[in-house]
């Protein structure tokens, strides 16, 4: 007997009411993102985060980048 055997003869059994719950666990189941995709979509968040430049300019080198934008929007 297979598993889908198995829970046929389970939900048998089961009033109608609980029957019909366990039709919405398995179509909220169906709907579910798959979690085998979950380690690529981390691995490419990882990868873009960690190749940031964060801690390779100064606060100084930030702040007149900052104020150069300033000075430009003021100029416009």
Do not use: C
Not at 44 to 54: A, C, K, S, V
């Amino acid at each position: 007997m297979n598993i889908a055997d198995t829970i046929y003869q389970h939900v048998q059994a089961l009033p109608p009411s609980k029957a019909l719950e366990v039709l919405h666990f398995v179509e909220f189941l169906e709907n579910k993102p798959d979690l085998a995709t979950q380690p690529k979509t981390h691995s490419n968040m990882l990868t873009f985060l960690e190749n940031l430049p964060i801690g390779q300019r100064s606060d100084a080198e930030i702040n007149q980048g900052f104020q150069s934008i300033r000075d430009e929007w003021d100029q416009a």
